[in-house]
């Protein structure tokens, strides 16, 4: 199985402030990398899809990039709504895998 | 818009069936792969099956469900299925129904129905 692997597992962050959350695969997956956010108590947000695209609504301040092995969300000046743990799912290679996720706190 | 609403979870003891159901509405739901994903109790997200668009093939991510659970759509009625058979506690947690996109993410997701296996 693929392993997804996010650093870091947990980032406090002051708001306006950029964050950056890693996802490394354990072989190339080209770009069928997506990333998704999960507030407390929601359902997951696709935020990302096929490692640079936006989805639908999502704001700008969201950004993806690679491919193969290694990937990147950015969040251009964090907002307080913000707040909410991040993941990245693979769908290149059944089974489907997520990484562990990303908790992102406001200071 | 895309709108799926999952149901039939609830209380279960261990060796008990459950069957959750999926209504989708706002989309051609006969053109979409579906998927089940689930997340145990302050867990990370678990992929569980999906589901091609006229129903075959089916694929599970985990190892421990093949042969207990069994995924089926209606495409008539705009349905998506999971049938569990054979739950242990570990099968405890949030069942999510959610859509597959044409780009092969998962792009929209139901509220999630909460599976507890208990005695």
């Known amino acids: 199985d693929i392993v997804l692997t996010q650093s870091p597992d947990f980032q406090s962050v002051t708001p306006k402030e950029k964050v950056t959350i890693t996802c490394r695969a354990s072989q190339s997956i080209g770009s069928n990398l997506h990333w998704y956010q999960q507030k407390p108590d929601q359902s997951p947000k696709l935020l990302i899809e096929?490692?640079?695209q936006s989805f639908s609504g999502v704001p700008s301040r969201f950004s993806g990039s690679g491919s193969g092995t290694d990937f990147t969300l950015t969040i251009n000046s964090l907002e307080t709504e913000d707040a909410a743990t991040y993941y990245c799912?693979?769908?290149?290679?059944?089974?489907?895998?997520f990484g562990q996720g990303t908790k992102v706190e406001i200071k | 818009q895309v709108h799926l609403v999952e149901s039939g979870g609830g209380l279960v003891e261990p060796g008990g069936s459950l069957k959750l159901s999926c209504a989708a509405s706002?989309?051609?739901?006969?053109?979409?792969?579906m998927t089940w994903i689930r997340q145990a109790p302050g867990k990370g997200l678990e992929w569980v099956s999906y589901?091609?668009?006229?129903?075959?093939?089916?694929?599970f991510g985990i190892d421990s469900v093949r042969g207990r659970f069994y995924i089926s759509r209606d495409n008539i009625k705009n349905l998506l299925f999971l049938q569990m058979n054979s739950l242990t506690v570990e099968d405890t947690a949030v069942y999510f129904c959610a859509r597959v996109s044409r780009n092969m993410s998962v792009d929209y997701w139901g509220q999630g129905t909460l599976v507890i296996v208990s005695s």
């Open positions: 706002g989309f051609s739901f006969s053109d979409y792969y």
């Open positions: 799912l693979q769908t290149f290679i059944l089974p489907w895998t």
């Open positions: 589901i091609s668009s006229i129903s075959r093939p089916t694929k």
């Open positions: 096929s490692a640079s």
